[in-house]
C-alpha cells in the first residue's frame, strides 16, 4: 500500500509569498491531519479532517493557514503570506479508523527567508 | 485541552541494557495511547499503542504500561540496539476524537 504521500519534500519561500503544501493521504483513509514541527514548540496540530468535513482548524494558527480537502484523496496547506517564523517541517497524517494511530508522511521542509 | 508531558528529554542506556521512557497526561477522558518513532531526518512512524481497557501490552521488545489512576503511562524496550537510537513521542487522545495531543520527546541513544 502506498503511504501519505507529501510535496514537495523541501520548499524555500520568501517573506510575504504564498504557498502551499500538498498531501495525498493513504487510500480509503478518512480521517486526515496537518501538523506543525519545530524543536522548540515540537508537534502542533494545524487542522484536521474527517470524511473531507474540517473539524478542527488550529486556533492560533488561523489567520495565515488554510487548509482544504477538495476529495477524499488530495489535501493543501497554503500559508499566506509567510514568516520567518512559518520555518518548519509540516507533516500530514491520515487514519482510517477512530482512535487508530495515524500515519505520518515524509513531511515538507519549509524554510522562510 | 489535553497535555501530554515526557519526563526525559533524553535518554542514554547501554546496548543491551532496557530503556523506559514515562509520560503523564491530565485528561482523564484519554483512553487511547500511540507512541511514535522518529529517526533522524524521517518522519514519525508508529511503533505501538495502548488503549485504556488494559494496563499493559507488548510487542517484542516493546512493552506499553498504563496507570489510569496515576494519568501515566510508559515505554519499555528491552534487548536495545543501535537502531533504537531515535526520538520517541507519546501521545493520547479521546476515545472517538483523533485529536491527538503529542509529548515533546526523548532523544533516546543506544551506547555501544
Known amino acids: 500500500d502506498a503511504g501519505v504521500t507529501q510535496t514537495p519534500r523541501h520548499e524555500v519561500a520568501e517573506k510575504g509569498q504564498t504557498i502551499i503544501l500538498k498531501c495525498e493521504p493513504v487510500?480509503?483513509?478518512?480521517?486526515l491531519f496537518w501538523y506543525r514541527q519545530t524543536k522548540i514548540q515540537g508537534l502542533e496540530l494545524l487542522s484536521y479532517?474527517?470524511?473531507?468535513?474540517?473539524?478542527?482548524d488550529g486556533g492560533a494558527f488561523k489567520d495565515r493557514f488554510k487548509a482544504e480537502m477538495l476529495n477524499s484523496s488530495f489535501s493543501t496547506l497554503k500559508i499566506q503570506p509567510t514568516e520567518p517564523k512559518d520555518s518548519a517541517v509540516y507533516l500530514c497524517?491520515?487514519?482510517?479508523?477512530?482512535?487508530?494511530?495515524?500515519?505520518f508522511g515524509e513531511g515538507t521542509r519549509l524554510s522562510v527567508l | 485541552g489535553e497535555k501530554v508531558e515526557q519526563h526525559e528529554s533524553t535518554l542514554s542506556v547501554r546496548e543491551g541494557d532496557s530503556a523506559v521512557i514515562n509520560c503523564t497526561y491530565t485528561?482523564?477522558?484519554?483512553?487511547?495511547f500511540p507512541w511514535y518513532k522518529q529517526e533522524a531526518g524521517k518522519s514519525l512512524h508508529f511503533v505501538i499503542d495502548?488503549?485504556?481497557?488494559?494496563d499493559r501490552k507488548q510487542s517484542q521488545r516493546l512493552t506499553v504500561l498504563l496507570d489510569k489512576k496515576a494519568k501515566r503511562f510508559s515505554l519499555h524496550i528491552t534487548a536495545t540496539q543501535p537502531e533504537d537510537s531515535a526520538i520517541y513521542f507519546c501521545?493520547?487522545?479521546?476515545?472517538?476524537?483523533?485529536?491527538?495531543?503529542f509529548g515533546a520527546g526523548t532523544k533516546l541513544t543506544i551506547k555501544p
Open positions: 501521545a493520547a487522545s479521546m476515545d472517538g476524537n483523533e485529536k491527538i495531543t
Open positions: 497524517a491520515s487514519s482510517r479508523d477512530r482512535g487508530k494511530a495515524p500515519l
Open positions: 479532517f474527517r470524511s473531507k468535513s474540517l473539524m478542527e
Open positions: 487510500s480509503g483513509h478518512n480521517d
Open positions: 495502548i488503549r485504556s481497557n488494559v
Open positions: 485528561d482523564t477522558a484519554s483512553s487511547y
